[in-house]
């Protein structure tokens, strides 16, 4: 079946370390993929997004996305990690590179920052 | 970002009541969406609009409506609300460039069914 996956349900990092989050789709054509983040209490915030091109991609607060064909991946990465980054992340697709704009979200992964 | 508004943010109802969360936007965005998430389940579509005669059902639109009652609003209503229905509502709004969708999303509405 399509879907979006996110395989870490929940991490913990030390601040000031680095931070890998996976996220896999199983879509045959390329979609668009996007990360956002929810802070405590808040909506989402969009923090990248990747349609074509350069397969590394940069976002806002310092975090950086990576999109491998081979792979089905669109991992996220941020080189030093804040106590602030602490919040739930969603990888999402909008499948097929379509115009649809219908999200497709994987399940969400809870980042934890240790001081 | 769209600036994009959620009325109520939190809402505590009763088993067969009928209840409506509104969504507003002031970027012009010709897209609408609502979402529920639930824990382990990320979001899921509910409905979605591309203008205000263009209305669709998402994944899960069961016991759900929507109104589009202008560009700026979309509303999502329950007609009897189920406990099963509990969850955090997120209204979106999506700006497409060169045939290209991003949405900007919503703060959410917090509804309790008991």
């Known amino acids: 079946a399509q879907s979006v996956t996110q395989p870490d349900i929940h991490i913990t990092v030390s601040e000031g370390a680095s931070l890998e989050l996976r996220c896999n789709y199983s879509y045959g054509a390329t979609p668009y993929l996007f990360w956002y983040v929810q802070s405590p209490g808040q909506g989402l915030q969009l923090l990248l997004k990747y349609f074509s091109g350069d397969t590394l991609v940069q976002g806002i607060k310092g975090f950086e996305a990576e999109f491998k064909r081979s792979q089905s991946s669109f991992n996220l990465r941020k080189p030093s990690v804040h106590w602030s980054d602490a919040a739930e992340y969603f990888c999402?697709?909008?499948?097929?590179?379509?115009?649809?704009?219908?999200?497709?979200f994987g399940q969400g992964t809870t980042l934890q920052v240790k001081p | 970002d769209a600036d994009v508004t959620q009325t109520p943010r939190n809402r505590i109802t009763k088993t067969g009541k009928r209840i409506m969360l509104e969504c507003s936007q002031t970027?012009?965005?010709?897209?609408m969406y609502w979402y529920r998430q639930d824990p382990g389940l990320g979001l899921r579509l509910i409905y979605y609009s591309f203008d205000v005669k263009d209305i669709n059902k998402g994944e899960i639109s069961d016991g759900y409506s929507v109104s589009r009652q202008a560009q700026a609003k979309f509303s999502l209503s329950l007609e009897s609300a189920i406990p099963n229905q509990t969850a955090l509502y997120f209204c979106a709004t999506s700006d497409v460039h060169r045939g290209r969708d991003t949405q900007y999303f919503g703060p959410g509405t917090r509804l309790t069914v008991l």
């Open positions: 970027k012009g965005h010709d897209r």
């Open positions: 999402a697709v909008v499948p097929g590179s379509s115009n649809t704009g219908k999200l497709i």
